[in-house]
C-alpha cells in the first residue's frame, strides 16, 4: 500500500477543506516547496487537486499544478474539476503521471475518449446509496450497480485505477477490488488505513492529518511496509 500526501490548491495556496461546505484555512507555504518536501521524506507519488476547479469559482490552478510536476521526480496524479478530454491532455502532456475523471456515476462519458491507462475513475461515495453526481449534486443508486459500472468500464476501456473518497462501507471497496483501488477522505488514525490495508486499498491519500500532525508519514509508510 502506498500512503499518498495530498497538496489541495485555490488561488495557488494550499488549503485545507474542514467541511463539506468547502470551508476554507488558508496556508502561506508554497505548493511547489510542499510537493519537494514530500519527496524528499520518501513520497513514491503526490496528489493535487484543484479545489477552484472543482467547486466551480472561475479559476484554475492549471499553471501552479504545472510547476508542481516539474518540480519533483515522482509521480504526480492531478484531481479536481477534470471534466474534458482536453484537460485531460493538457494534464497528461505537461507530465502528471495519472488524472482523476469523475463523471455521472453510471453514464457513458468515462469511456468516451478515456481509455487512456493513466486516467484514474473518480467516484464519490456519500453514504446509503448516494453518490456525487456532477458539480456538488447527488444521485441515489444501488452500490452493486456502480460495481458493474466500474467492471464494465475495465472491460471497454481498459481501466485499472479507481479512486473512491468519503467511502462509508467496506462492501463497495470489496466489490471493485479487481481495479487498482486509492481512497481519499477523513483518514486521522492508524486504524483507519490498516482496515483500508485489509479490505485490499492500494493507495491512501492524506492531507489534513499529516499536515496538522495527527499522523506521520513514516510511521504510516513503515507500518504498511511502503
Not at 59 to 88: D, F, H, L, M, W
Not at 128 to 149: C, H, L, P, Q, Y
Not at 198 to 220: C, M, P, R, T, W
Amino acid at each position: 500500500m502506498k500512503i499518498i500526501p495530498s497538496i489541495d490548491l485555490l488561488c495557488s495556496k494550499r488549503v485545507e477543506v474542514v467541511s463539506h461546505d468547502v470551508e476554507k484555512v488558508f496556508e502561506e507555504s508554497d505548493p511547489v516547496g510542499i510537493a519537494v518536501f514530500w519527496e524528499k521524506a520518501g513520497a513514491s507519488m503526490i496528489h493535487v487537486v484543484d479545489i477552484d476547479a472543482a467547486i466551480g469559482t472561475g479559476r484554475r490552478n492549471t499553471e501552479v499544478i504545472k510547476k508542481v510536476i516539474r518540480s519533483v521526480k515522482i509521480p504526480v496524479q492531478v484531481a479536481g474539476g477534470i471534466r474534458s478530454r482536453e484537460q485531460v491532455e493538457e494534464l497528461l502532456s505537461a507530465g502528471a503521471s495519472r488524472v482523476v475523471v469523475r463523471p455521472r456515476p453510471c453514464s457513458g462519458g468515462f469511456a468516451e475518449g478515456f481509455s487512456d491507462l493513466r486516467i484514474v475513475l473518480g467516484i464519490d461515495y456519500m453514504g446509503s446509496d448516494s453518490f456525487r453526481d456532477v458539480g456538488k449534486n447527488s444521485i441515489t443508486m444501488a452500490e452493486d450497480k456502480i460495481v458493474s459500472w466500474v467492471s464494465e468500464l475495465r472491460e471497454s476501456t481498459g481501466l485499472n485505477s479507481v479512486l473512491v473518497t468519503d467511502v462509508g462501507a467496506e462492501g463497495f471497496l470489496k466489490g471493485v477490488r479487481k481495479e487498482e483501488i486509492m481512497y481519499a477522505g477523513g483518514v486521522s488514525s492508524i486504524q483507519d488505513v490498516l482496515k483500508l490495508r485489509d479490505v485490499g486499498v492500494h493507495g491512501v491519500i492524506v492531507g489534513k492529518a499529516l499536515y496538522n500532525g495527527l499522523l506521520s508519514f513514516q510511521e504510516l509508510r513503515r507500518m504498511v511496509g511502503e
